[in-house]
Structure formats: structure tokens, C-alpha cells
T-cell receptor, first 116, second 112 residues
Framework: GAGVSQSPSNKVTEKGKDVELRCDPI?????LYWYRQSLGQGLEFLIY????????KSGLPSDRFSAERTGGSVSTLTIQRTQQEDSAVYLCASSPGTGRSNQPQHFGDGTRLSIL | EDKVVQSPLSLVVHEGDTVTLNCSYEVTNFRSLLWYKQEKKAPTFLFMLTSSGIEKKSGRLSSILDKKELFSILNITATQTGDSAIYLC????????????FGKGTLLTVNP
């Protein structure tokens, strides 16, 4: 597609359930990033993929959070045993790849996650 | 730890006014500073700045970077109601896999 695509756009779930969020980056972009935007906070980095590997997971807030990327394309972010503090907008961004000529990250519309 | 501070946090102006948004930063191995505009959903890219003193312009928007004083400004002239949004500043460091560190944003409201 022309831009970064995320699904679902909205997700409401009960505390304790697992959720999966999906990101489809811009075609050909090898770098993929997940961020979280909470009310009153800036965007916070969660995890970075280069191809299928994740050299930087330093932003994942707990071991309930995990992510994978397959085929160098689609990525899923999984949150297990959700808690109310996980409520936020989860944004995905992609770029052509690190080390290349300066190219900005482009963002998807995000998934708004609400934990009841 | 990399840090970005934006000011003001919110601003209300009338159509036609000129606004200046501020962004200061502390980052190790600075590579670039980026400005994004966020309306309802995706932050949309405005500018990427890597060199001091070179103004980037796009229509009524312009931005400049000062790498000595570690700040950037985003100017919007002749504001319109469609400029109402959150403006996000972020820095990118080559030592941290190019992930972006964001400020909390400036909420700009332009009233008719």
C-alpha cells in the first residue's frame, strides 16, 4: 500500500485478555518501529526491527509485551494479560532502513487500545 | 538519556497570526531533528533538519536548527484553522538505532 497500515483501528478488551496489533509497513521499508502514545505523554519508543530481527527491544515496558516481524514486512505487537495502564494509542512507523541517506519515519494511523 | 522539551505546551491564536514553536534537546550522537504534525491520527512528517542554520520551508511553515545551542524552532505564518494540531518534535541519534525520542508536543489551536 501507499502508507503504513495498522489494524484494528480501535480495540476494546477486558483486563486480563491478550491482544494482537498489526502493522503493515510501506513496501520496501526494512526498518519498522513501534511507539506508544498515552494521554498527556509524548510518543514513547517500544521496539525496533531491522528486517526480521529486533536489535532494540529496550522500550518494551514489561515481559507481557512482545513483537515479531515476518518476511521483512508485517509486524505484530502482542500484549498478554492486559492491564488498564496498557490503554494507549499504539503507533507503527517505517523507514527505508538505517544507515542510508536521511529518510524520515512515516507513521500509521495507530490502534487505539482501551482496557476495561 | 536523550531528552526533548517543547514549549509552549499549548497555544491559542487567531487566524492570520504568526506562531513560533520551540524545541530543545539533549542527545548523544545527534543525527537529525524532525517535526511532525498530528491531527486526529497519524503524525505526518513536516521537516527533517540535520545542519545548523539552514532554513527549511514548505509554504507557510519553516524551521531551523541550532546545533550549538541545541534547539529548533518551527514557524507558521498567516495561520489558518487547518493548522490546529499537535506539533511534535523528535530527535534521532545514530547511537540508538535511529529510534525517535519525542517531546510532549505543542497543542496549537487557531480560532477563526
Amino acid at each position: 500500500g501507499a502508507g503504513v497500515s495498522q489494524s484494528p483501528s480501535n480495540k476494546v478488551t477486558e483486563k486480563g485478555k491478550d491482544v494482537e496489533l498489526r502493522c503493515d509497513p510501506i513496501s520496501g521499508h526494512t526498518a519498522l518501529y513501534w511507539y506508544r502514545q498515552s494521554l498527556g505523554q509524548g510518543l514513547e519508543f517500544l521496539i525496533y526491527f531491522q528486517g526480521n530481527s529486533a536489535p532494540d527491544k529496550s522500550g518494551l515496558p514489561s515481559d507481557r509485551f512482545s513483537a515479531e516481524r515476518t518476511g521483512g514486512s508485517v509486524s505484530t505487537l502482542t500484549i498478554q494479560r492486559t492491564q488498564q495502564e496498557d490503554s494507549a494509542v499504539y503507533l507503527c512507523a517505517s523507514s527505508p532502513g538505517t544507515g542510508r541517506s536521511n529518510q524520515p519515519q512515516h507513521f500509521g494511523d495507530g490502534t487505539r487500545l482501551s482496557i476495561l | 538519556e536523550d531528552k526533548v522539551v517543547q514549549s509552549p505546551l499549548s497555544l491559542v491564536v487567531h487566524e492570520g497570526d504568526t506562531v513560533t514553536l520551540n524545541c530543545s534537546y539533549e542527545v548523544t550522537n545527534f543525527r537529525s531533528l524532525l517535526w511532525y504534525k498530528q491531527e486526529k491520527k497519524a503524525p505526518t512528517f513536516l521537516f527533517m533538519l540535520t545542519s545548523s542554520g539552514i532554513e527549511k520551508k514548505s509554504g507557510r511553515l519553516s524551521s531551523i536548527l541550532d546545533k550549538k545551542e541545541l534547539f529548533s524552532i518551527l514557524n507558521i505564518t498567516a495561520t489558518q484553522t487547518g493548522d490546529s494540531a499537535i506539533y511534535l518534535c523528535a530527535v534521532e541519534a545514530s547511537s540508538s538505532n535511529y529510534k525517535l525520542t519525542f517531546g510532549k508536543g505543542t497543542l496549537l489551536t487557531v480560532n477563526p
